[in-house]
């Protein structure tokens, strides 16, 4: 019986979901369209704390410097934060000061 309650949370979760996407009201012409730059044409560094160990930081370390090479203005900092626990905690904490705060987790 615990699949069907697995499957029946998933497809609740699912129909919310596009519920959510289907009354969302998109114009295409948001400021935010206008602020991504389509080049970067200045150095630019970003700083992404992750919780990522093993083959996954493995990865992650590979897939960032085939992105430094194709974007060569755009330094990435890779910082790891322990494990996804720690993370989560140092985000909530360092929201006091929200100049301290990574670009992406």
Not at 18 to 43: L, M
Not at 44 to 55: E, L, R
Request: glycine letters at 8%.
């Amino acid at each position: 019986m615990k699949i069907g309650k697995k499957l029946i949370t998933f497809a609740v979760a699912g129909l919310a979901l596009v519920g959510t996407a289907a009354c969302s009201k998109n114009t295409g012409n948001s400021d935010a369209d206008e602020k991504i730059p389509a080049k970067i044409n200045k150095k630019t560094s970003i700083v992404f704390w992750h919780g990522m160990h093993g083959a996954q930081e493995a990865t992650l370390k590979q897939l960032t410097n085939e992105f430094e090479k194709k974007n060569p203005n755009v330094k990435v900092k890779l910082e790891n934060q322990g494990s996804y626990i720690d993370l989560q905690g140092k985000l909530t904490s360092t929201m006091q000061s929200p100049k301290n705060l990574p670009t992406i987790t």
